[in-house]
């Protein structure tokens, strides 16, 4: 496997792992948040405790929800993670009114638009979804 350091990780046979976010926990540790999918749901990881699973419509719903369609003229770079007829993708970008580059991700749409979203605010969503599905019902949405 590679470093964690690194936004995509190989693991175990054809997956991928898509780093989604990476943040400060109250207590000061470095808490990062990743993605993968086995070729059904979207499983989130996240390094200071919570996992689960949700489906690419879920993804979808998320990302149409708190994001926007992603301009024409911002390049399609970054590392990727294919799910289903979706790809997931985390982009670096330094908008003009921005002091530095931030990270997003874009979320590839099969015959319509790309949305992207703040990757912290997705994210955040996506985390508190999977936490709340973990007390619900066992196999998420």
């Known amino acids: ?18 780093l989604l976010d990476e943040r ?10 990743w ?4 070729g059904q749901r979207v499983q989130i990881r996240d ?15 998320v990302m149409c929800r708190y994001g926007r369609l992603l301009d024409c003229d911002i390049a399609l770079d970054g590392d990727s993670l294919p799910c289903g007829t979706f790809t997931l993708r985390r982009l670096r970008h330094h908008a003009a009114i921005d002091a530095e580059a931030r990270d997003y991700l874009v979320w590839e749409r099969p015959g319509d638009e790309s949305v992207v979203c703040l990757a912290t605010t997705a994210t955040a969503v996506l985390r ?9 019902t066992p196999s998420g949405i």
């Open 47 to 61: 390094e200071a405790g919570s996992c689960g699973e949700l489906s690419p419509i879920a993804i979808d719903r």
């Open 35 to 38: 993605a993968s999918y086995d």
């Open 24 to 33: 400060i926990t109250p207590d000061g540790t470095h808490a990062r948040t």
């Open 128 to 136: 508190f979804l999977v936490a709340r599905l973990s007390r619900a």
């Open 1 to 18: 496997m590679a470093p964690m350091e690194d936004h995509h990780e190989p693991e175990v046979g054809n997956s991928l792992v898509l």
